[in-house]
């Protein structure tokens, strides 16, 4: 049974990186693709990006190029790195491969 | 990017009613890569169907999903009283991926 969970801080000042991990069991980093999420009042759901196990990489572009999604192979993990936040980047974040998901984590932009 | 509709908002029935929910594309989804999400309030999305017909593991044979195209339907045959929650639709088959906004399956 694969189960992922996400680790990071819940609290980020504006203008500053968000950081979250998500660690993977039951399954391993180096085949399919790993994605993350995130959903809002505002936005609804939303498609982040998703890292290959090649390390090939898709991006939402409405993040421009503040996302970048990565593999931590030795690990099992992958990470979502989320620059210049705004209270707009306010939501619950969500890792996923293939239908699986993690249970969520709230990350509030605030001063 | 592929922009879905999801029709109607609010759907109120009972029990053992028919659920017949619609997502409606701005264009093909390539490969028909359509899935169907189940959403209960303080949860993570459920995966009910993908490639627009075919099941997830685990998901009761109520739930059947029919469609391509730009045109999908999710049926859920006989609801059940954990079946009343929110039911999104989103395409993966072209960049970025999108969500349609939901619909909210409420007990009449």
């Known amino acids: 049974q694969v189960h992922l969970q996400e680790s990071g801080p819940g609290l980020v000042k504006p203008s500053e990186t968000l950081s979250l991990t998500c660690s993977v069991s039951g399954d391993s980093v180096t085949s399919h693709h790993w994605s993350w999420f995130r959903q809002s009042p505002v936005k609804g759901l939303e498609w982040i990006g998703y890292?290959?196990?090649?390390?090939?990489?898709d991006y939402n572009p409405s993040l421009g190029s503040r996302v970048t999604i990565s593999l931590d192979t030795s690990n099992n993990q992958f990470s979502l790195s989320l620059t210049s936040v705004t209270a707009a980047d306010t939501a619950v974040y969500y890792c996923?491969?293939?239908?699986?998901w993690s249970q969520g984590t709230l990350v509030t932009v605030s001063a | 990017e592929i922009v879905l509709t999801q029709s109607p908002a609010t759907l109120s029935l009972s029990p053992g009613e028919r659920a017949t929910l619609s997502c409606r594309a701005s264009q093909s989804v390539p490969s028909n890569y359509l899935a169907w999400y189940q959403q209960k309030p303080g949860q993570a999305p459920r995966l009910l169907i993908y490639?627009?017909?075919i099941r997830a593991t685990a998901i009761p044979d109520r739930f059947s999903g029919s469609g391509s195209g730009t045109d999908f339907t999710l049926t859920i045959s006989r609801l059940e009283p954990e079946d009343f929650a929110v039911y999104y639709c989103q395409q993966y088959g072209d960049s970025p991926w999108t969500f349609g906004l939901g619909t909210k399956v409420e007990i009449k």
């Open positions: 890292v290959h196990y090649t390390e090939n990489t």
């Open positions: 996923e491969t293939r239908g699986h």
């Open positions: 490639v627009a017909s």
